[in-house]
């Protein structure tokens, strides 16, 4: 419809501490017993890459390389925000939000960094923030009854729920079908980096996703090739070479060179920068 997409992202439970949780310690954040996820054939390390960031940043990526989207320089903040609060807390930093600049993706979390429940949280659901261009289109949202912030200007259309796994079909479908992608890169712009979840030591394997060894945050691409980050998608199987401390990023330097498809279509990715 022409309008600016000043956010968009989706929501999920989110806490600092998450980052360092492990799949020893994960069924207690989900409300399960470590019985109970086993006879339903829950996958811990799965479930986990769910908890401590990771999944968000893959698909905060995946929108941002998709769309054109910008991602945010120091990673993901998972800010408290409800439904409601929208179009307050993601727009710009100079209009009183807390995004660097229009044009970002962020994920909300549905608790207060002292654990409250946020009211009317976007746990499950997915979000967009549009600024108006015009003082009709401003009007419109205003009629319309779209939540916005105070200047009208801001607007957020949300949905309290996705289908995610159920929703798979059509795309499979579209693209099998009719060759239409439901999304598909158009840049470079957003990246998955390995990040320490407890010191690691030469000798060591990384886990990958949900693991044991590292959490995955949404850097820049652009900042993650100058920094010769690993993204986590190549940090499963990969021996740690050198001292790598908690919470920083593990680099290329530090781990013997993936190998594989996936390295190379790795090194494509580079390439195109």
């Known amino acids: 419809c022409g309008f600016r997409v000043v956010a968009a992202g989706k929501g999920t439970k989110y806490l600092?501490?998450?980052?360092?949780?492990?799949?020893?310690d994960v069924w207690a954040h989900y409300g399960l017993t470590p019985e109970?996820?086993?006879?339903?054939?829950m996958n811990p390390q799965m479930f986990n890459s769910f908890l401590d960031g990771t999944k968000s940043a893959i698909e905060m990526a995946a929108i941002a390389n998709a769309t054109g989207l910008d991602v945010p320089g120091a990673g993901l903040a998972f800010p408290p925000c409800g439904a409601d609060d929208l179009p307050h807390v993601l727009r710009p930093r100079d209009a009183g939000g807390v995004l660097d600049r229009?044009?970002?993706?962020?994920?909300?979390s549905s608790l207060e960094r002292d654990g409250r429940p946020v009211a009317r949280d976007l746990?499950?659901?997915?979000?967009?923030?549009?600024?108006?261009?015009?003082?009709?289109?401003?009007?419109c949202f205003r009629q319309y009854g779209l939540h916005t912030d105070a200047s009208g200007r801001y607007a957020a259309m949300y949905k309290p729920y996705h289908l995610i796994g159920l929703e798979l079909n059509i795309?499979?479908?579209?693209?099998?079908?009719?060759?239409?992608?439901?999304?598909?890169?158009?840049?470079?712009?957003?990246?998955?980096?390995?990040?320490?979840?407890?010191?690691?030591?030469?000798?060591?394997?990384?886990?990958?996703?949900?693991?044991y060894t590292v959490w995955g945050r949404l850097m820049p691409a652009a900042a993650s090739l100058a920094a010769?980050?690993?993204?986590?998608?190549?940090?499963h199987g990969v021996r740690i070479t050198q001292p790598v401390p908690a919470g920083a990023v593990v680099t290329f330097d530090a781990v013997e060179a993936p190998a594989g498809p996936a390295a190379e279509a790795r090194q494509e990715m580079v390439l195109t920068m």
């Open 228 to 235: 010769n980050a690993l993204p986590i998608g190549l940090a």
């Open 171 to 211: 795309s499979v479908l579209s693209a099998a079908l009719r060759g239409e992608p439901t999304g598909q890169p158009q840049s470079f712009r957003g990246d998955v980096v390995a990040i320490a979840k407890r010191p690691l030591a030469p000798g060591e394997l990384l886990d990958g996703e949900g693991g």
């Open 102 to 108: 229009a044009g970002m993706v962020e994920v909300v």
């Open 36 to 41: 109970a996820a086993r006879e339903a054939g």
């Open 123 to 139: 746990r499950w659901g997915i979000y967009v923030v549009l600024e108006a261009p015009t003082d009709y289109a401003a009007a």
């Open 16 to 24: 600092p501490d998450y980052h360092a949780v492990t799949p020893d």
